[in-house]
């Protein structure tokens, strides 16, 4: 069966967005292969969080995934630092990388140009660490977005080279992998594009928000002041609405306001209301599940060490035939 790794990065909470793009991804993966799933507290280092935020961080992450579906004994759901062996592979796989391609990389020239008091060496190795996320597993399939394509390329570089430099077909090369249209992409609530947390505070409906955030947030987006003419083509901020309810809501709902807007007879104050309504009824479910897991102190220990364990199975197998081909041997 073939392995499959993601790392998700540690800050940030779950939106519509995520949950019908990577998670969907994510939680159709886990049925068919060997899915590793981490939480990348190492690489969020390169931002220096302070000690209790990072830990909250985790937490949050680590509660809001298994909420919404990864499945503990389907995946190896696990931290990464609990796992040295991937920060073993990343000092063996530094001493490959070269100066000049990790500051080629359009990620690191980006935090260069827009964040220039703390360019660490970190942030230069970034695409490293990455790959031995990766590798350590010998993972072949990487389920991520366009932003990351770059980072993989150079995995299969740095993985492409240690073989060659040992004379060996040692990692195999890991290739990025979605299920790509059957993926929904969810705009954001503000008509611009899609739904991201970075885009302003009521741009996202987030999965851990109470009913009175959501209902506050959908009443907030930004409309026009009607169709002028019956049946016309929806301008971007209200297909952008309609887009989630198709999401969302009960088919009948949205062929209902598709009617209304087709006769211009719709009223959106209604509409939202009921796109408000029908966001609360999907995500309750999963909130619940939020605040149970996240008050559930064993059970998250539980998961935590087991997946560690699994997942340091794998790593601690791939480090010790690592050493051995690059010839370190004890006496
Ligand atoms: N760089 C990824 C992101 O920003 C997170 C990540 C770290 C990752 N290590 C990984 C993703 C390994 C896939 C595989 O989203």
């Not at 570089?157 to 090369?173: K, V």
């Not at 947390?197 to 851990?208: C, D, H, I, Q, W």
């Not at 297909?239 to 211009?264: G, R, W």
Request: hydrophobic fraction near 35%.
């Amino acid at each position: 069966m073939e392995t499959v790794v993601s790392g998700i990065r540690s800050t940030g909470n779950l939106h519509l967005g995520n949950y019908f793009g990577a998670m969907k991804n994510f939680i159709k993966m886990q049925q068919e292969y060997n899915c590793y799933f981490f939480i990348a507290d190492y690489h969020s280092l390169t931002t220096h969080p302070n000690p209790q935020n990072l830990h909250l961080h985790v937490k949050n992450v680590l509660v809001e995934y298994l909420a919404a579906g990864i499945d503990p004994e389907k995946s190896t759901i696990y931290v990464q630092s609990d796992l040295p062996e991937i920060a073993e592979l990343y000092l063996l796989l530094n001493m490959n990388a070269y100066l000049g391609e990790l500051e080629r990389c359009t990620s690191f020239k980006d935090k260069i140009r827009n964040n220039s008091e703390n360019i660490n060496a970190g942030l230069l190795t970034y695409p490293v660490l990455m790959a031995a996320d990766i590798i350590i597993h010998k993972a072949t399939k990487v389920p991520v977005g366009k932003d990351q394509e770059q980072h993989l390329e150079m995995a299969r570089t740095f993985a492409n080279r240690f073989n060659r430099m040992y004379d060996t077909e040692y990692f195999p090369e890991p290739h990025a992998f979605n299920f790509g249209t059957q993926l929904v992409k969810i705009p954001g609530l503000d008509g611009n594009g899609k739904m991201g947390k970075s885009e302003g505070e009521n741009n996202a409906v987030f999965l851990a928000d109470s009913p009175d955030q959501i209902r506050k947030k959908v009443m907030k987006a930004v409309t026009d002041a009607g169709p002028t003419e019956p049946n016309q083509v929806k301008p971007a901020i209200i297909q952008n609405l309609f887009d989630i309810m198709k999401a969302v809501s009960p088919t009948s709902n949205y062929q209902h306001f598709d009617e209304l807007y087709n006769n211009q007879q719709i009223r959106y104050g209604d509409f939202k209301k009921q796109l408000a309504e029908d966001i609360i009824v999907f995500t309750s479910p999963i909130r619940e599940k939020i605040l149970e897991i996240g008050a559930n102190t064993d059970y998250l220990k539980k998961v935590a060490k087991n997946g560690a364990d699994k997942a340091r199975e794998s790593a601690s197998k791939t480090i010790k035939e690592v050493r051995e081909i690059i010839g370190f041997k004890s006496f």
